[in-house]
């Protein structure tokens, strides 16, 4: 995967999963079926997509699991980013 850092602006921007993103998010046959999920939780990636795209926020998702942190979301989000800029047109 793409692990290299952009600069746009006055602000970073990060193309890719990094190492430390990457490292939270699992992918185990016996967890969930082998679907990614995150840090080995049976919390799964699209769980937590499927709910920030019914408009939930970053804060209700964490309320909704409390052993998830904001890092954990943004994982979630540069995995299926890097998923999808990967993914044939």
Do not use: W
């Amino acid at each position: 995967m793409d692990n290299h850092r952009l600069n746009i602006g006055n602000r970073g921007y990060s193309r890719g999963v990094t190492p430390d993103q990457l490292a939270r998010i699992t992918i185990d046959p016996s967890v969930c079926a082998g679907k990614p999920c995150i840090r080995g939780m049976r919390i799964r990636v699209c769980d937590v997509l499927d709910m920030l795209g019914s408009d939930m926020s970053v804060e209700q998702v964490l309320e909704a699991f409390p052993d998830l942190e904001r890092a954990d979301i943004l994982a979630a989000l540069a995995y299926a980013s890097s998923l999808t800029d990967s993914a044939a047109a």
